[in-house]
T-cell receptor, first 114, second 112 residues
Framework: DTEVTQTPKHLVMGMTNKKSLKCEQH?????MYWYKQKAKKPPELMFV???????INESVPSRFSPECPNSSLLNLHLHALQPEDSALYLC?????????????FGNGTRLTVT | GQSLEQPSEVTAVEGAIVQINCTYQ??????LSWYQQHDGGAPTFLSY????GLEETGRFSSFLSRSDSYGYLLLQELQMKDSASYFC?????????????FGTGTKLQVIP
């Protein structure tokens, strides 16, 4: 079990659907992240939130829209996705943004776009 | 940008020792971390080297040489449960905020 909880675990959506991924942590961490991971590849950073403010956007297409309602919650809103967006979406948090502050990952949402 | 290279696959025998290497090219360097990820699971943090030398945590050790832009993860007394993917990772900073970039990953298979 991890201390970062992601829902749903699996999601299948059509290209015209709108869905949301949810992430929750109760460790008091001040930074939260969205990563995308394709099969047999490393996680790739999408977004960084610090103190509930979007701090880094790695040039992610606008069909992915992050939201941080409060310090414990992080959402990723999905709209008009493409089949190539199918991947494992990982949420992570860290205590702060020092170089030695480890990332704590959730188990991810496995997304399939049909 | 950041570039971290690792061998794609390593196979080792249960009870043996295995070393997983990581070479990096980064703009600015703040340290090297290692993460483990089992199939279908979340990456979990193993270790961090901010300075040159060896850091030991139980059966796992991690080494860093800044002058060689090189590090490795050493796993001793291998167990079947150590079969997983291992990623080196480096933090960098954009506008004062941390972003972590992962290496290409090494899939370790432990055989009886």
């Amino acid at each position: 079990d991890t201390e970062v909880t992601q829902t749903p675990k699996h999601l299948v959506m059509g290209m015209t659907n709108k869905k949301s991924l949810k992430c929750e942590q109760h460790m008091g961490h001040r930074a939260m992240y969205w990563y995308k991971q394709k099969a047999k590849k490393p996680p790739e950073l999408m977004f960084v939130y610090s103190y509930e403010k979007l701090s880094i956007n790695e040039s992610v297409p606008s069909r992915f829209s992050p939201e941080c309602p409060n310090s414990s919650l992080l959402n990723l809103h999905l709209h008009a996705l493409q089949p190539e967006d199918s991947a494992l979406y990982l949420c992570a948090s860290s205590q702060d943004w020092q170089g030695n502050s480890p990332l704590h990952f959730g188990n991810g949402t496995r997304l399939t776009v049909t | 940008g950041q570039s971290l290279e690792q061998p794609s696959e390593v196979t080792a025998v249960e009870g043996a020792i295995v070393q997983i290497n990581c070479t990096y090219q980064t703009s600015g360097f703040y340290g090297l971390s290692w993460y483990q990820q089992h199939d279908g699971g979340a990456p979990t943090f193993l270790s961090y080297n901010g300075l040159d030398g060896l850091e030991e945590t139980g059966r796992f050790s991690s080494f860093l040489s800044r002058s060689d832009s090189y590090g490795y993860l050493l796993l001793q007394e291998l167990q079947m449960k150590d079969s997983a993917s291992y990623f080196c990772a480096v933090p960098s900073f954009s506008g004062g905020y941390q972003k972590v970039t992962f290496g290409t990953g090494t899939k370790l298979q432990v055989i009886p």
